[in-house]
């Protein structure tokens, strides 16, 4: 006890002589082996807040908030102390991080071809079922082939989904909003100014330029509202496009929203974290995760490690910087697959980053068509496009033959169409990976 008492004397001391406090509450994420108890008693001499469990029933991982850097200095100056006493294993700064974007300059013909068309029981666009991207990747083939469309639960890390989307409605979970920490995951609500629809509106409406990073079928007054957000609506409906991909590819897969990210397009370090454990916790096969960051992160990593172990199958967008440079959480790319972009003729967009560090395989990205909000349709451009394509893709091998996991599924994906060296296994065939996968012995991989 007395020893106990005299380290911890230490640290109240180290503490009182570092940096002066800000008015600012500053964000961080504290991993430890000795659960809550240990991060409460680092609190109490650090005068920080617990402001919860970002792990579930883990218990290993904290988001804490601070008026001062007194964490940072305290690792520099008694590490090891807080190991040996507390468990204290990492404490990294809780970063604010931004979704990629990508201009479009025209707005596909797709996006005019409204017929509708029946899809697994809900009325689509023709424009939407039969878009250029689905034919690339063969996935009529695929679905019919072998007579599958989906099993078991994708997760969808991003900014949340319209939750009334008539195509969408049927397969959606409730998932969870971890940038207001509750239950559910609607993009409506960043956008007060706009009413959300239940049904598509006028068929008279025509497709609209929208933030310049998509096109979208809206009427005026909507693309107005979203035109004059600024900054604030630049990324809305990004979440629902990724999970109409996810859709499109697994049309009978359940699809779990989880809302990391604001309409602004940015959202905590913290939240993703969250967002991991949460997925596994509630039983998700697939994670998509259209986003990528420059610098790694333990509590990333561990959540990542958490969810392999699980058996959870992890997918991730390359990256929208044109550059082979790492980025995470597409660069650990033996625990994710990390999709790069193509065109529809079968090259690397120009955007894309690329090279084996962050290319597992890549999927069309450019000029892509979705659901969008208001129950609509859109179409975007970038890596976060391409991603949702192959997290289809592999609940589909799900529905093939379960018992799928990470090493498995990226093993089957590496089935690809050879197009350059800079993009690894190449470019996503669905039926030939699912072919892959299929007729391969359960311990040959």
Known sequence: MKRYLGILLILIACFAFATPS?????????????????????????????????DGNVGQTYLVTSTGNLIQNL?????????????????????????????INTIPSGLYDTAPVNYYGTVVTHGYAAQPAAQIIRLTDAQNGFNIAGAGIVAVIDTGVDVNHPVLVPVLLQGYDFTRNQPGASEWLD??????????????????????????VLDQSSAAVLDNGGS???DFGHGTMTTGLVHLVAPKAQILPLKAFGSNGQGYLSNIVAALYYAVQHHANVVNMSFDVSSSSQALSQAISYANQSGVVLVASAGNENTSAPVYPAALNSSVMGIASTTDYDTRSTFSNYGNTDVWIAAPGEYVISTFPGGTYAAASGTSFSSPLVAGSADLMLSAKPSLNQKSAASAFSHAIKLTPDL??????????????????????
């Open 22 to 54: 800000a008015s600012a509450q500053n964000r961080y994420i504290v991993r430890t082996s000795g659960g809550l108890g240990s991060v409460l008693k680092l609190c109490l001499s650090a005068n920080c807040q617990v402001q919860g469990s970002l």
């Open 75 to 103: 690792l520099g100056l008694v590490g090891s102390l807080l190991e040996q006493l507390l468990g204290i294993q990492s404490v990294e700064a809780d970063r604010l991080l931004p979704l990629p974007q990508r201009p």
């Open 191 to 216: 956008v007060p100014q706009l009413q959300p629809e239940t049904s598509t509106s006028s068929q008279n409406q025509q497709p609209v330029m929208v933030q310049q990073s998509s096109a979208a």
């Open 232 to 234: 604030s609506t630049s």
């Open 424 to 445: 690894n296994h190449g470019r996503l065939d669905v039926y030939q990976a699912i072919s892959a996968w299929v007729n391969s012995s359960s311990g040959s991989w």
